[in-house]
């Protein structure tokens, strides 16, 4: 009997897959909050990651004790899910490399990722990857640490391309309300809420931009907050649009109520999820082969974009037929 070949071996030929992560990605600051989100992503299960705010959630001159409370917390037993990064000082900031040792002293081992928010430039952010990788060479700590990097100012969309390059990336995130103040009133305010921040041309630009190069280099692109904290229509809809008009995969929340709205707005349908499974164990048994499906023609071009949805299906929630499940995950 022939081995069953995963779609991951079977379908990429040395190309870089999108990582399988939550499509939502929660923001909290102070040891209560973080406490608190973490107690929540052990009560829905781990549909949603959490990061600990190295960068707004320190007061001035608490830098160090911030960046220790957080270390403590990731590698504490409240951690249960090991799906809580951290957002370190901007490169521009005094405390960056401090935050960047204590985490790797602390919790090297534990990070989800790391977030470097401001680069304004290419060979900026790769100052700071190499401060971390050498941090974990130096330490023996063995794994890649995921990083993440945040695209709010106009020197990194200007060399988002390259930057989507770099070693240990994970997911390229949009800063909205940093991008637009950039602008320095060119785009009005309004542009920090729908329907704005989807239609001002500058937007759109650059939010298509910064997704481009995110999936031409199997790097997640996760959007911008939503400034409505407790309207799930609100919230919905802005995934919705970020996920289906602009192809985001991933959004920020920084309330507890927008965690679940995202979630769902980032779901596939279960009709699509049936569909894919269905095409996928038929392929795989035609050894990843054209087959026809409901008379209609499939091959390796379709197969990724079913895989995709299988593996959207997986972090989201959506449950997936048990014959592909056991096959697949």
């Not at 705010?53 to 504490?76: F, K, L, N, T, Y």
């Not at 910064?210 to 997640?220: C, E, P, Q, R, S």
């Not at 023609?297 to 990724?304: G, M, S």
Request: aromatic share 6%; hydrophobic share 45%; net charge negative.
């Amino acid at each position: 009997m022939s081995r069953q070949v995963h779609p991951d071996e079977a379908l990429f030929d040395g190309e870089k897959a999108l990582p399988s992560i939550a499509t939502c990605e929660h923001f909290a600051g102070s040891e209560k909050l973080i406490l608190k989100a973490l107690a929540l992503q052990d009560e829905k299960g781990p549909i949603f990651d959490i990061t600990c705010d190295c960068e707004d959630g320190a007061a001035a001159g608490q830098e160090r004790e911030h960046a220790e409370m957080v270390a403590r917390v990731i590698a504490s037993d409240a951690n249960r899910h090991a799906k809580a990064g951290v957002r370190i000082h901007d490169p521009s900031h005094g405390h960056w490399r401090t935050d960047v040792d204590i985490i790797l002293d602390g919790c090297g081992d534990d990070v989800a990722y790391i977030t470097i928010p401001k680069c304004v430039s290419a060979p900026q952010l790769r100052e700071v990857i190499e401060y971390v990788r050498d941090g974990c060479g130096a330490r023996n700590i063995a794994r890649e640490i995921p990083i993440h990097v945040l695209v709010e100012t106009h020197g990194a969309l200007a060399d988002v391309r390259e930057i989507a390059t770099m070693p240990w990336l994970q997911v390229l995130d949009f800063g909205l309300m940093d991008f637009v103040s950039a602008h320095k009133g060119a785009i009005p305010a309004s542009a920090m809420r729908s329907p704005g921040q989807f239609e001002h041309r500058l937007l759109a630009r650059a939010k298509s931009e910064m997704v481009a190069a995110a999936l031409a280099n199997g790097v997640v692109p996760a959007h911008n907050v939503c400034l409505d904290l407790k309207d799930a229509e609100r919230v919905h809809s802005d995934a919705s649009r970020a996920r289906n008009e602009f192809g985001f995969l991933r959004m920020w929340s920084i309330y507890p109520a927008q965690i679940e709205p995202i979630v769902k707005a980032m779901q596939p349908d279960f009709s699509e999820v049936e569909d894919a499974a269905a095409i996928l164990l038929a392929a795989q048994s035609a050894d990843w082969g054209p087959i026809q499906h409901e008379g209609e023609l499939h091959d390796r071009a379709t197969y990724r974009y079913f895989w995709e949805t299988l593996r959207r299906a997986h972090v989201t929630d959506v449950p997936i037929p048990e014959e592909a499940r056991a096959a697949f995950f």
